[in-house]
């Protein structure tokens, strides 16, 4: 049966334009970030984008996504951003007080023989009918890089976090 330990847990009082946990140590076998997030950008939603180790370096991440924000799904691959964008979160003009649910599955995230993968999901709610101001996107993440992962973050696109964003990293062993 899998464990979880909350290794960090933060909750936002103000605005942020990112949220970072370094030093993480090699104890577990995976790693799962649970977040509920909304940005203060002017707009329906703000873009969500994940980080490795500080890399910001573009040709090391790349994502496959499949995204359902109107009645025909649709599928991308993208390799050309650092950190890497997982999806659009709630921003400012979408439904007020609605946070976006974010969940990310990074396994064997101190694995030094491979790349680095994750698993991310991604909805922003919006009580509209309109295509585009609602949506569901999961991603295949993939890190370019041997190194372990000793941190993670989440950065918006324009705007900041806002407060009551909530994120919480667990360590998972037994899984």
């Known amino acids: 049966m899998a464990a979880f330990t909350v290794i960090d847990h933060q909750e936002l009082t103000g605005t942020a334009a990112s949220w970072t946990k370094s030093s993480i140590a090699s104890s577990y076998d995976h790693l799962l970030i649970l977040a509920s997030v909304?940005?203060?950008?002017?707009?329906?939603?703000?873009?969500?984008?994940?980080?490795?180790?500080?890399?910001?370096?573009?040709?090391?991440?790349?994502?496959?996504?499949?995204?359902?924000?109107?009645?025909?799904?649709?599928?991308?691959?993208?390799?050309?951003?650092?950190?890497t964008f997982i999806g659009d979160m709630n921003g400012a003009s979408n439904l007020a007080d609605t946070f976006s649910s974010v969940k990310i599955w990074v396994p064997h995230y101190s694995n030094t023989a491979n790349f680095t993968q994750a698993i991310t999901q991604l909805v922003h709610e919006d009580a509209s009918t309109t295509n585009g101001e609602w949506g569901l996107e999961i991603d295949a993440v993939l890190f370019k890089s041997t190194a372990a992962i000793t941190e993670v973050s989440l950065h918006t696109g324009t705007g900041s976090f806002v407060e009551y964003s909530t994120f919480t990293l667990y360590g998972v062993t037994g899984a």
Request: cysteine-free; glycine content about 6%; charged content about 15%.
């Open 38 to 83: 909304r940005s203060n950008r002017a707009a329906v939603y703000d873009s969500l984008k994940l980080g490795f180790n500080a890399n910001t370096t573009s040709g090391d991440y790349s994502h496959t996504s499949l995204l359902a924000s109107t009645s025909t799904p649709t599928s991308g691959r993208n390799a050309a951003q650092a950190p």
